[in-house]
């Protein structure tokens, strides 16, 4: 049987799925959890890093980059801090979709509508574009058009999670911004459904070489943020998913009384606002919002890592960060690749301001 000690660590597979089978097993891990806790030093663990990236990356180039957008997030989360949710969804979102190119920011043009444009990124919110604009603006005069909006996106993300209680982590740096926006019809395959089942997670997760731990853990981050009706309106009409503790529907059914209502409501009902484990002591509950949500304590592959979340925050933390700096590194453009835009919205050759050097990629703004 592995210790308790053996599963916390955040490596692949390091949690066995039938491992917390019993109470006393449950105990022996809580326990653990604590003990861990107060001997740690917080220093997380990372996967490998993809050649071109670095956590170092823009030392030279850009020193004050990380306390630039620091600053700049604390004022802003200071007057809302929703839009902190809003950050950590559109970094997902560009991440799942064709890499983490920052392809997610670009406006349609008359090549035809952009990836903002498909139907699951219609809901990210028009702050969380704002912020990442607003945040280059300030990085350019500082430093030059040297920092990828892609990395600008990554840092935002990092920051949205810490500024609201969760963990403090490093975030590989060195991506090029992508040169394209994705069709609608890659967006809706890369991209799960909230009516999804699990398996359908899985398939989506293992496409790009996500674990189901890493399924799990980063469906954490519905911790915080938003959802509007449409999303799980399908779990109240015409009848009402079993699955759902009936006390939770009946509010459901206040904020979203018919079907096509555009009202919203929180996602983690404990604690909306603070990033912590108590989405997973939701779906314990029967209180999670999604079936996405709801399905992974349903599941037998996934019901594990459920209860080992909600039990310790401090393994969920752990996890988080292994599987986000994997997410933020899937399909990235380094090196030559891609280039470096002006303006996160607009490719640079749908920009007649600037000027530009042989290549047309790295030359500088005159
Ligand atoms: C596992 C599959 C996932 C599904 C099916 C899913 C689906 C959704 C849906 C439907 C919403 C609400 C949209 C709305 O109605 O406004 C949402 C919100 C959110 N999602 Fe996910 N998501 C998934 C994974 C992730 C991941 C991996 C992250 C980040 C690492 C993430 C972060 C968020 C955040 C922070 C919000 C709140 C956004 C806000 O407040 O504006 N989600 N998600």
Redesign the pocket.
């Known amino acids: 049987m592995k210790t308790a000690a053996s599963i916390l660590r955040p490596e692949p597979g390091t949690i066995s799925p039938t491992a917390p089978a019993s109470m006393a097993y449950n105990f022996l891990f809580l326990l653990s959890c604590i003990a861990v806790v107060s001997s740690s030093s917080h220093a997380y663990v990372y996967p490998p890093l993809v050649e071109g990236l670095s956590f170092t990356f823009y030392k030279s180039t850009c020193p004050d980059l990380e306390s630039i957008v620091r600053s700049y997030l604390k004022q802003l989360f200071q007057s809302d801090i ?1 839009v ?3 950050l ?2 559109l ?2 979102h560009d991440c ?1 979709v064709q890499g983490c190119d920052g392809s997610i920011l670009l406006d349609g043009s008359f090549g035809g509508p952009s990836e903002k444009d498909a139907p ?1 990124n219609l ?3 028009p702050a ?1 574009f704002k912020a990442i604009d607003e945040l280059q603006t300030l990085i350019t005069q500082a430093c030059g058009p040297v920092v990828s909006c892609a990395d600008i996106a990554a840092l935002a ?1 990092r920051d ?1 999670v810490r500024s609201t209680g969760g963990p403090k982590y490093k975030v590989p740096l060195g991506r090029r911004d992508g040169l394209s926006y994705a069709t609608e019809e890659d967006v809706l395959s890369f ?4 009516t ?1 089942n699990v398996t359908a ?1 899985i398939d ?2 293992t496409e790009l070489d996500l674990t189901i731990k890493d ?1 799990v853990t ?15 309106e399908d779990r109240l009409f015409p009848t009402q998913d079993s699955t759902l503790d009936p006390i939770f529907a009946e509010k459901l059914y206040l904020t979203c009384p018919a079907l096509n209502s555009t009202n ?1 409501t929180v ?1 983690d009902i404990r604690t909306p606002n603070t990033f912590d484990n108590k989405y997973f002591v939701d779906l314990l509950h029967r209180e999670g919002l ?1 079936t ?2 709801q399905g992974l304590y349903d599941d037998s592959r996934t019901k594990p890592f459920v209860i080992v979340f909600a039990l310790c925050q401090r393994m969920f933390f752990e996890n988080f960060v292994y ?2 700096t994997k ?1 933020g590194q899937l399909s990235v453009l380094t090196g030559s690749q891609g280039d470096i835009r002006r303006n996160c919205s607009a490719l640079n050759s749908n920009l007649s301001w600037y000027a530009v050097d042989g290549d047309g990629h790295d030359g500088k703004v005159f």
Request: charged share 5%; with cysteine; net charge positive.
């Open positions: 929703s902190a949710s809003g950590l969804r970094h997902f799942f699951p809901t990210l919110r969380a993300a949205s991209l799960p459904s909230p999804s997670l989506v997760f399924l980063l469906s954490g981050a519905h911790t915080i943020g938003i959802a509007h009706c449409s999303s799980f919203t996602i999604f996405s949500d599987s986000m997410m």
